[in-house]
């Protein structure tokens, strides 16, 4: 029996919007993965206006001798990343939900490292950041959880979570702004109800797209504009306790 014959063990979610330059990278990495485990790719379109969608359906068709499969979901009708990945997952069906970027690239044994994630666990992975040059930027990101005033959170580029937990928990929130928060609200669901936080050092994952000139600026603004919304719901999540 091949492993694309057995139930996936990982479904792995890459949501898009107009990443036609920087996915191939991503899906390259997903192609060498150092596992025998049988795993999924789910590639969410969430409307992009480039030539996402292309390469996403020709990716899907290239014959890979039974390594994994491959799932394209058209989730154009609602903006925004919370959609997106909630998409995502309602399409897979492996055990364990693992989330990473269109425009970052996974180690070898990223697939590998989250399938050890447990019922309760909400798992994050190390994101080691490079700049435009290529050279690593360890202050961009601690290896660790990131830190809060209130609880720690994973980032959504790089965490995993069993299927049944992220559901039973209510996925991601699609009230929340379309950018930058939905990471931080999913991570404190998850302790206010008992919840267990979990670092893997191992399920690594390299980004550099935030580190060009034009993308630190978007991120910054983007990522700040959902700090503010945080500051007003904060007080929403410690009522819960």
């Known amino acids: 029996m091949s492993k694309t014959d057995r139930a996936p063990e990982v479904s792995v979610i890459i949501c898009a919007l107009n990443a036609a330059l920087t996915l191939p990278r991503q899906l390259k990495a997903l192609e060498n993965q150092e596992t025998e485990l049988p795993y999924e790719v789910i590639l969410v379109d969430n409307g992009s206006e480039d030539d ?48 990473c970027d269109a425009d970052d690239e996974v180690s070898p044994q990223w697939v590998q490292a989250f ?86 050092p191992e399920a690594c994952k390299f980004a550099d797209a935030l580190f060009t000139q034009k993308g630190w600026t978007f991120h910054r603004r983007r990522r700040g504009a959902a700090f503010v919304f945080a500051e007003n719901t904060t007080r929403r999540h410690k009522e819960r306790l």
Request: charged share 25%.
């Open 115 to 200: 399938s050890e994630v447990q019922d309760k666990e909400l798992a994050g992975g190390w994101i080691r950041a490079f700049d435009a040059n290529g050279s690593p930027r360890p202050d961009a990101f601690g290896k660790g959880l990131i830190a809060t005033p209130y609880l720690p959170h994973v980032g959504n580029c790089n965490c995993a979570i069993t299927r049944a937990r992220f559901f039973e928990i209510g996925g991601y929130d699609e009230s929340l702004p379309r950018y930058g928060y939905e990471d931080v609200d999913i991570s404190w669901r998850h302790q206010e109800a008992d919840g267990v936080m979990r670092f893997i």
């Open 52 to 99: 996402t969608r292309a390469v996403m359906e020709a990716w899907a068709q290239e014959p890979r001798e039974d390594k994994f499969t491959v799932k394209v979901v058209d989730a154009s009708a609602t903006p925004g990343i919370p959609a997106a990945r909630n998409a995502g997952a309602r399409a897979a069906s492996g055990r364990v939900l693992a989330f």
